[in-house]
């Protein structure tokens, strides 16, 4: 293990949030519809994986989804904040999950088949370090998936309330993976068609003011009606069925990029 880097002055995650994901997340369409995706993913490019790491688990939303999906695989994760490891404990009482530092990894994460790191990334301000370390302790041929924030001019007063550090352009997210000596076998937009929804928020909270955007409109992103979150997620089942065919989907509120370690 790498010594620890120093403390950032930057709060990655409001550690009071826990809760209030769990409460949210089962039947949001955006949190059911990134797991969809993700399994998808380590489906089609790593079927073969037998063990598999969460970087920064949250609340285990994500694990629990894969633990359901692929039982054979052998589950852990590590998460900054003992909030989080309390919670994602609560979800899954029967899976090692632990409090570590995503920018220095424990030794005995070594020989891993596969980590994911899902809208971590961009809560860091060392993301390099980060990607370096997952390369270091993936076993050769090991595998990589990375779900962030996509696009810069969607920056808005909602990337402040989450304690972003950036959103990603396609070309950033793909020059750090491979700087950090992984070869990158996917990337795509998805949530597309939230593009012009998220526009829209933009837009209004600068005519309104930020307050009207934490007030009013951060709730509907939160909590979206039934009928209009059951319309979202139909929505993003039909573009899961675009990115599994290869249609290129060039904007979209999020990126998913799939990675290997050389053997």
């Not at 709060?11 to 009071?16: G, N």
């Not at 894969?66 to 900054?80: G, H, K, L, T």
Request: aromatic share 10%; net charge negative.
């Amino acid at each position: 293990m790498e010594a620890p880097l120093a403390e950032s002055e930057h709060e990655p995650f409001k550690s009071t949030s826990f809760n209030d994901l769990l409460e949210i997340e089962d039947g949001h369409f955006w949190f059911e519809e990134r797991n969809k995706l993700i399994g998808w993913a380590i489906r089609k490019f790593f079927p073969a994986a037998k063990t598999f790491l969460e970087i920064g688990c949250g609340t285990a939303f994500v694990l629990r989804d894969v633990v359901r999906r692929f039982p054979e695989m052998r589950c852990s994760a590590i998460e900054y904040f003992d909030e989080g490891v309390e919670a994602a404990r609560r979800r899954l009482p029967d899976v090692p999950i632990e409090t570590g530092d995503a920018r220095a990894l424990d030794d005995k994460w070594a020989g891993t088949d596969l980590v994911g790191s899902f809208d971590v990334l961009e809560h860091i301000p060392e993301d390099e370090a980060v990607l370096r370390e997952i390369h270091r302790v993936l076993k050769p041929g090991g595998g990589l998936i990375v779900t962030v924030p996509q696009h810069p001019w969607l920056w808005s007063g909602a990337d402040d309330f989450a304690c972003h550090v950036r959103r990603y352009t396609r070309a950033e997210l793909v020059r750090k993976v491979t700087e950090a000596g992984f070869n990158v076998t996917r990337v795509s937009s998805f949530m597309s068609f939230l593009v012009p929804l998220m526009l829209a928020s933009r837009v209004t909270a600068k005519l309104r003011g930020e307050a009207y955007y934490q007030s009013h409109l951060r709730q509907s992103e939160v909590s979206p009606p039934p009928t209009l979150n059951r319309l979202l997620a139909m929505a993003a089942t039909m573009e899961r069925m675009l990115i599994g065919i290869r249609v290129p989907l060039p904007v979209g509120s999020s990126l998913i990029l799939t990675a290997s370690k050389p053997v």
